[in-house]
């Protein structure tokens, strides 16, 4: 965060964005932990389908989102990069409410069914 101040025109407040994306994939991906466990215990079907679709597009947003705050500052391009990762935050956190309220209605439905190894 302090090197994009000092290579740009922002603010402390405005570099503030960096600091949610952190909580944002920290969070995202402690979600991603448990269900690939809850997904080792479900029996395969039309349901486990969907759930894995929903892990599979989190865990994607994940590394997209992790490559953003990976990548070295572009002094000239740091609007761009805001934007980016202002974007992808949003839509990681979005996708991982999505897995965690079908997951749990599915749970109250119960959707799901298990299978022990």
């Known amino acids: 965060m302090e090197e994009m101040q ?4 922002l603010s402390w407040i405005e570099v503030q964005f960096l600091n949610k994306a952190v909580e944002v994939l ?6 991603l932990k ?19 679709d929903n892990q599979r597009d989190l865990e994607m947003a994940v590394e997209i989102l992790s490559g953003l705050l990976e990548n070295p500052v572009d002094p000239d391009k740091i609007a761009e990069l ?6 992808k935050t949003v839509y990681v956190a979005s996708r991982r409410e999505v897995l965690l309220i079908d997951t749990s209605r599915g749970l109250l439905e119960g959707r ?3 299978q022990y190894p």
Do not use: H, I, P
Not at 6 to 9: G, L, P, V
Not at 26 to 31: A, F, I
Not at 82 to 87: E, R, T, Y
């Open 6 to 9: 000092n290579t740009s025109n």
């Open 26 to 31: 920290l969070q995202s991906r402690m979600t």
């Open 34 to 52: 448990w269900t690939y466990c809850f997904a080792y215990y479900l029996k395969r079907g039309n349901a486990t389908d969907l759930f894995e």
């Open 82 to 87: 805001k934007q980016a990762v202002l974007d």
């Open 112 to 114: 799901w069914e298990y």
